[in-house]
């Protein structure tokens, strides 16, 4: 027991019967207080536990609802209305930015997507060829030709980064005409993919698969590339002044006729396959 009684032996050492008296006074108040100490810790360790149950059972609805919400997005992305897929697309950023758990898996819905709804399919029997032998002026913006695959990039261009997220596959997709200025792409894999006459100005594109990339006639002022892989890629006529090559691997690349006026090509890897414009030979 905490503070025991004092025994009759110990009182008996005291003289005084007064000083007995406001002893043992004082001892039944140190009790009480302590018994009260106790309840109120006790109590708090009740409030506390209630407050993990809370919390706990306000996580799960959570989650709950945030997996209803994706479940709900994924099924509208899948609609015949345009309408509704543009609803999927924006619910899902709103998970992707209130969830960051969930970022990845948003990240490679809106990725499937795209490649699901603007296809390219190089190398299929029935494909188109690649590149094709003029670039098509007639292709309206990728806003009016296709507006949900158009707003699925520009979610996936300013997403919020996560540190598990895969690289975005874009492979073979069909973006001719895209607006995406400013876009944050950087490692996206967009092997093989048509973005001719894309608008890309001051674009992350850094470390980016770009293998066989159809970017003729496309708008990459001030774009960063630096160590991206442009192998055997189509660049002629694009607008790369001020672009950043730092370190890209241009071999096999088509540059003909390319504006490449204050670009940074420090340490590219070009070879006898790489084709630059008639200003900017190099030996």
Request: glycine share 8%; aromatic share 4%; net charge neutral.
């Amino acid at each position: 027991m905490i503070y025991p009684p004092l025994t009759s032996r110990e009182l008996g050492h005291v003289a005084s019967a007064e000083k007995r008296v406001e002893l043992q006074q004082a001892q039944s108040q140190v009790q009480n207080d302590f018994r009260g100490q106790l309840l109120q810790a006790i109590g708090g360790l009740v409030v506390v536990a209630g407050a993990a149950v809370g919390w706990q059972q306000l996580r799960l609805a959570r989650e709950g609802q945030i997996t209803e919400r994706f479940t709900r997005a994924i099924d509208h992305l899948g609609s015949e209305t345009l309408d509704v897929r543009l609803g999927g697309i924006y619910a899902l950023e709103r998970v992707a930015k209130n969830s960051p758990d969930d970022r990845p898996t948003v990240t490679d819905a809106l990725c499937a997507f795209v490649r699901e709804h603007a296809r390219w399919p190089v190398g299929a029997p029935d494909g188109p060829e690649h590149p094709t032998p003029t670039v098509d002026r007639q292709v309206p913006w990728l806003t009016t030709r296709a507006p949900d695959v158009q707003t699925a990039m520009h979610v996936l261009a300013r997403r919020p980064g996560h540190s598990q997220e895969y690289t975005l596959y874009l492979s073979r997709a069909d973006l001719r005409r895209a607006q995406l200025s400013k876009a944050q792409l950087k490692g996206a894999n967009l092997r093989h993919s048509n973005l001719s006459r894309a608008y890309m100005p001051n674009s992350n594109l850094e470390d980016g698969q770009l293998v066989n990339v159809d970017l003729r006639h496309a708008h990459l002022r001030g774009a960063r590339l630096a160590h991206a892989d442009l192998r055997d890629a189509h660049l002629e006529h694009a607008d790369l002044r001020q672009a950043i090559l730092h370190g890209a691997d241009l071999r096999g690349a088509n540059l003909s006729d390319a504006y490449l006026d204050g670009a940074d090509l420090t340490d590219v890897r070009a070879d006898g396959t790489t084709t630059w414009p008639d200003t900017h030979r190099r030996t």
